[in-house]
């Protein structure tokens, strides 16, 4: 059977102020193919997407549909041509259900009313018979699972016969189990001829599903190739122009130092029971644990985000009477979310700003803004964090998200932090990011600082923990040292010792 190209970009060329984002990128899908695309954050996926779905309008180059020239000037436009966009934030409305938000601005009618019976069965149809997915279509969307909301974006675009699926890091969210479920889905439309462009950081999520993989830098074509022809480490080369062979960064042997932090008896109204744990000066704290065992919780008690029921926390040696974080952050606990875009960043806001608002009084003299040291701190945080920004007063929202993640970093750098809590400090960032912020935790812990990191990768886990501890449905089930641990005993002591572990398994998701 014949090849058939479904789409081409050819020569697409698109500048911001300050910002070469596109420079002649081709790229080709085939009819019924998975073709993922991949990159470091600000290598110019986003922006490709965006003018492939309309979002924005391209300086130069031009897009080819099934053999012919079109020209897309809004998202409107994309979906007439067949081609639906699944972003990483969705575009559901809450309280209208599955069927509503599927068929929302284009409903079947009868006689000049929305004929809701032909609604209801097109889309089980699509959800039931299509997809291969069940659940009740009249519940309201607020109430149904990531998982299943993904189910009803997917859905959305093909109620408008959407040949061209692109999917903006679907597994981001999603459990193990939920992912398998999307793959099936992905294997389904493929069998369909539905051409899918698969935009993701997990690697092996690649080698697993696509059949042809494109990858950029700086806004260029690296190359095109077909998966099996590559391996994980050719990829990533690609991707970064260097060997990162050696991801993680493991303790130089200076040894730790005092303790910073202790945490005693802590426990709270909804989770945790008796929290019990140190952190020293120049160590990483790994904490591993399933979905609801607490790591979150306990992190956002601890900076006085969420309210405590009892117990005590020591910093320095003293109680630290923390309520809230602004109580926090003076006892110098700092703290970067899971979720940066919602608690971590101001995003309308530039990256001078986003980097000096938990330190204003280190920049002020009794309450005036003293600008000149305000550029200084930022300029020297943005140079030794290799921040990629046109100037500090550019909007936290237009950065990549490895680099946001430096501006959150950053902003408690400039606080002076002597404890800084990582929940989740690299997710969805690309391998070259993630290497440099593993780095950066490293040299931070090395100057003396303590640093706890929750993260669901026990990969990261194992790599970065100078002690790791395991979380149980809100408790610590667990204290190992690196040199003993591995990813079956973490899981081991994450599910309780009777629970049967499998070679399935092979991370633990965020709680």
Same mark, same amino acid.
């Given at each position: 059977?014949?090849?058939?190209?479904?789409?081409?970009?050819?020569?697409?060329?698109?500048?911001?102020?300050?910002?070469?984002?596109?420079?002649?990128?081709?790229?080709?899908?085939?009819?019924?193919?998975?073709?993922?695309?991949?990159?470091?954050?600000?290598?110019?996926?986003? /922006? &490709? *997407?965006?003018? #492939?779905?309309?979002?924005?309008?391209?300086?130069? +180059?031009?897009?080819?549909? =099934? %053999?012919?020239? $079109?020209?897309?000037?809004?998202?409107?436009?994309?979906?007439?041509?067949?081609?639906?966009?699944?972003?990483?934030?969705? /575009? &559901? *409305?809450?309280? #209208?259900?599955?069927?509503?938000?599927?068929?929302? +601005?284009?409903?079947?009618? =009868? %006689?000049?009313? $929305?004929?809701?019976?032909?609604?209801?069965?097109?889309?089980?149809?699509?959800?039931?018979?299509?997809?291969?997915?069940?659940?009740?279509?009249?519940?309201?969307?607020?109430?149904?699972?990531?998982?299943?909301?993904?189910?009803?974006?997917?859905?959305?675009?093909?109620?408008?016969?959407?040949?061209?699926?692109?999917?903006?890091?679907?597994?981001?969210?999603?459990?193990?189990?939920?992912?398998?479920?999307?793959?099936?889905?992905?294997?389904?439309?493929?069998?369909?001829?539905?051409?899918?462009?698969?935009?993701?950081?997990?690697?092996?999520?690649?080698?697993?599903?696509?059949?042809?993989?494109?990858?950029?830098?700086?806004?260029?074509?690296?190359?095109?190739?077909?998966?099996?022809?590559?391996?994980?480490?050719?990829?990533?080369?690609?991707?970064?122009?260097?060997?990162?062979?050696?991801?993680?960064?493991?303790?130089?042997?200076?040894?730790?130092?005092?303790?910073?932090?202790?945490?005693?008896?802590?426990?709270?109204?909804?989770?945790?029971?008796?929290?019990?744990?140190?952190?020293?000066?120049?160590?990483?704290?790994?904490?591993?644990?399933?979905?609801?065992?607490?790591?979150?919780?306990?992190?956002?008690?601890?900076?006085?985000?969420?309210?405590?029921?009892?117990?005590?926390?020591?910093?320095?040696?003293?109680?630290?009477?923390?309520?809230?974080?602004?109580?926090?952050?003076?006892?110098?606990?700092?703290?970067?979310?899971?979720?940066?875009?919602?608690?971590?960043?101001?995003?309308?806001?530039?990256?001078?700003?986003?980097?000096?608002?938990?330190?204003?009084?280190?920049?002020?003299?009794?309450?005036?803004?003293?600008?000149?040291?305000?550029?200084?701190?930022?300029?020297?945080?943005?140079?030794?964090?290799?921040?990629?920004?046109?100037?500090?007063?550019?909007?936290?929202?237009?950065?990549?998200?490895?680099?946001?993640?430096?501006?959150?970093?950053?902003?408690?750098?400039?606080?002076?932090?002597?404890?800084?809590?990582?929940?989740?400090?690299?997710?969805?960032?690309?391998?070259?990011?993630?290497?440099?912020?593993?780095?950066?935790?490293?040299?931070?812990?090395?100057?003396?600082?303590?640093?706890?990191?929750?993260?669901?990768?026990?990969?990261?886990?194992?790599?970065?923990?100078?002690?790791?501890?395991?979380?149980?449905?809100?408790?610590?089930?667990?204290?190992?040292?690196?040199?003993?641990?591995?990813?079956?005993?973490?899981?081991?002591?994450?599910?309780?010792?009777?629970?049967?572990?499998?070679?399935?398994?092979?991370?633990?998701?965020?709680?």
């Amino acid at each position: 059977m014949s090849v058939q190209t479904a789409l081409e970009l050819r020569n697409i060329t698109k500048r911001f102020p300050g910002v070469q984002a596109l420079s002649d990128v081709t790229f080709t899908c085939n009819r019924g193919e998975v073709h993922a695309l991949v990159g470091e954050n600000g290598a110019g996926k986003s /922006t &490709l *997407i965006k003018v #492939l779905s309309g979002a924005h309008q391209p300086d130069g +180059g031009e897009i080819i549909l =099934k %053999g012919e020239k $079109v020209s897309i000037r809004s998202p409107l436009d994309a979906l007439r041509l067949g081609i639906g966009v699944i972003y990483q934030e969705f /575009t &559901l *409305i809450p309280y #209208l259900n599955t069927i509503e938000n599927i068929f929302l +601005g284009h409903e079947p009618a =009868k %006689g000049g009313f $929305v004929d809701f019976g032909k609604m209801y069965e097109a889309a089980r149809s699509l959800l039931y018979d299509t997809l291969g997915i069940q659940f009740d279509l009249k519940r309201p969307i607020a109430y149904l699972s990531v998982a299943q909301k993904q189910m009803v974006e997917i859905a959305k675009a093909l109620a408008l016969n959407a040949e061209i699926l692109v999917m903006d890091e679907p597994s981001a969210p999603l459990t193990s189990h939920e992912l398998e479920s999307l793959f099936q889905v992905i294997e389904t439309l493929r069998k369909q001829n539905v051409t899918i462009i698969y935009i993701s950081h997990r690697l092996e999520e690649i080698f697993r599903i696509a059949d042809r993989v494109t990858v950029l830098k700086d806004g260029k074509v690296v190359g095109t190739d077909d998966v099996g022809r590559l391996n994980k480490e050719t990829l990533i080369e690609m991707m970064v122009g260097r060997d990162l062979s050696q991801h993680y960064f493991a303790p130089k042997g200076t040894g730790r130092g005092q303790k910073v932090l202790s945490v005693h008896n802590l426990c709270t109204a909804d989770r945790l029971e008796n929290i019990s744990f140190d952190v020293y000066q120049g160590e990483i704290v790994g904490i591993a644990g399933l979905v609801g065992s607490g790591r979150t919780e306990l992190m956002r008690a601890i900076f006085g985000a969420d309210p405590r029921l009892s117990g005590t926390i020591e910093v320095d040696g003293r109680v630290a009477h923390i309520q809230s974080p602004k109580q926090a952050v003076g006892y110098g606990i700092g703290f970067v979310p899971e979720d940066r875009k919602t608690h971590g960043l101001c995003l309308p806001l530039q990256v001078r700003v986003n980097m000096t608002i938990a330190s204003l009084d280190r920049i002020s003299t009794v309450g005036v803004m003293r600008p000149s040291l305000e550029n200084k701190v930022v300029g020297e945080y943005i140079q030794q964090l290799r921040v990629v920004t046109p100037s500090m007063e550019q909007i936290v929202s237009n950065l990549s998200g490895g680099n946001q993640q430096k501006v959150v970093l950053a902003k408690w750098l400039a606080a002076h932090c002597k404890v800084i809590i990582l929940d989740e400090p690299t997710r969805g960032i690309d391998v070259g990011a993630k290497a440099e912020i593993y780095h950066l935790m490293r040299n931070l812990a090395e100057a003396g600082a303590g640093i706890v990191m929750v993260s669901s990768e026990l990969p990261e886990i194992l790599g970065m923990s100078d002690r790791i501890l395991v979380m149980r449905e809100g408790q610590i089930a667990a204290e190992l040292a690196p040199g003993d641990a591995t990813e079956n005993l973490i899981l081991r002591h994450a599910m309780g010792e009777a629970a049967a572990i499998t070679g399935e398994v092979n991370n633990v998701h965020s709680g």
